[in-house]
């Protein structure tokens, strides 16, 4: 089966075009999207209206108006049978009222698009992609958003080359993700909690004792200050000139001074949710609710980052939390060493409650911990969870 699927809406009659009204044989975006076939080919599927708007373009309107003002969601003719095995999805449509035609999250929620990449391709008359890329986000729950294509309805026709060279390298991406190595192999830890992903992006946690100086760190994560967490030489070691930081607020201080430049530190408090380099992160607090080690007023942090439609939890130091029970990950690297954070009898509770596809024990063996703790976890967790060992 085509791996890419091309799903528009579109709508013929009385449409705004240019410098006035105009009557469409044929929609804009269709055009458009028929474009997008001949470039990138793939499966392609109309969205189509129960009941069809209004002919004349101001009745269209106020029609879109009402339909977005009360967030509907308009019943369609059809939807396609299953997007599991699809990984790309090109979602074309006009823009409307700034926005995306209601009919088309109608589509869109009916399916988990967790993973997926959306591209959004949106004809206009003006307003680009308006608020639609926004809007979008909020409808397609766990997908990965590309930078989306405006195109102006009237010059659709002419915007083959445009279209082609935009939807070309985001087919190019998941090809070349197809034969990439599965994300889990791409996740290193040299010791301790020093995490690397050779993802697209060259990412860091908590950098230690690297063996090397890569100086190739997209990324740097810190989740939290103790000296087996934030080395200033190691993430002197593995950054480069536009290294970005992603720290707990209250470390803005120390990253400073180890070099880091202040338009280069993405500092977050529990609960945040950013985009860093096209990397979505969210913050999750990392504590010991009942030990003094790492207390939660301290505002220190684990991420979950979404990698080629992976979402990665690399924990900090913490114990079973209810905001780490609250995780949904597919891979969760966590500590196992117990005294300052989880034995391997907790972390596998923990793990066996999140069930994650992957778990990658960490924080055992050198400073704290026996160098049989992440075996000793790996029995515990039940056999739904793979369990990989890197120390
Ligand atoms: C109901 C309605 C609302 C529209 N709202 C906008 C708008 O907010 N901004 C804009 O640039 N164009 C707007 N347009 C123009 C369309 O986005 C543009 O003509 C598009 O290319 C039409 O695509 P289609 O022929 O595939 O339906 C609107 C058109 C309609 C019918």
Request: contains cysteine.
């Amino acid at each position: 089966m085509a791996k890419t699927l091309i799903v528009y809406y579109s709508r013929k009659g009385s449409n705004w075009y240019e410098n006035g009204i105009k009557h469409l044989e044929k929609g804009n975006t269709e055009i458009a999207a028929e474009l997008l076939r001949k470039a990138v080919g793939g499966d392609i599927f109309e969205i189509d209206t129960v009941k069809p708007y209004a002919d004349d373009y101001y009745a269209c309107c106020r029609e879109a108006e009402k339909e977005c003002r009360s967030d509907a969601r308009p019943a369609i003719k059809g939807f396609v049978d299953s997007i599991s095995g699809y990984d790309l999805i090109f979602v074309c449509y006009p823009c409307w009222i700034e926005t995306v035609p209601m009919c088309v999250f109608t589509f869109l929620e009916h399916y988990d698009l967790t993973g997926k990449l959306i591209a959004p391709l949106c004809t206009n008359e003006g307003s680009g992609m308006g608020r639609s890329e926004k809007d979008l986000r909020r409808v397609c729950a766990g997908a990965q958003m590309l930078p989306g294509l405006a195109v102006r309805g009237c010059r659709a026709a002419s915007s083959g080359e445009r279209i082609a060279e935009w939807a070309g390298k985001y087919v190019k991406q998941i090809s070349i993700k197809q034969e990439a190595p599965e994300m889990i192999e791409k996740i290193s830890v040299n010791t301790q909690s020093s995490v690397h992903i050779a993802a697209q992006q060259s990412i860091y946690f908590d950098p230690l004792q690297l063996p090397s100086e890569p100086h190739d760190a997209d990324i740097i994560f810190i989740t939290h200050e103790h000296g087996d967490h934030f080395s200033e030489a190691d993430v002197k070691k593995a950054a480069k000139a536009d290294t970005v930081y992603v720290i707990p607020a209250g470390m803005k201080g120390a990253l400073e001074k180890a070099g880091a430049a202040e338009d280069k530190i993405v500092a977050l408090a529990a609960g945040d949710k950013t985009e860093v380099l096209g990397v979505p992160v969210e913050a999750v607090a990392a504590y010991n609710p009942a030990k003094p080690f790492h207390p939660l007023a301290n505002g220190w942090l684990g991420y979950i980052v979404t990698l080629e439609g992976k979402r990665i939890y690399v924990s900090g130091d913490m114990d079973a939390t209810p905001e780490a029970k609250a995780v949904k990950c597919d891979i969760a690297v966590i500590p196992v060493g117990g005294m300052f954070t989880m034995n391997p009898q907790e972390a596998a509770e923990l793990i066996n409650e999140i069930k994650p596809e992957y778990a990658v024990p960490t924080h055992y063996g050198t400073i704290v911990g026996k160098p049989t703790d992440g075996a000793d976890f790996a029995k515990l967790v039940d056999g739904s969870v793979k369990v990989k060992l890197v120390l």
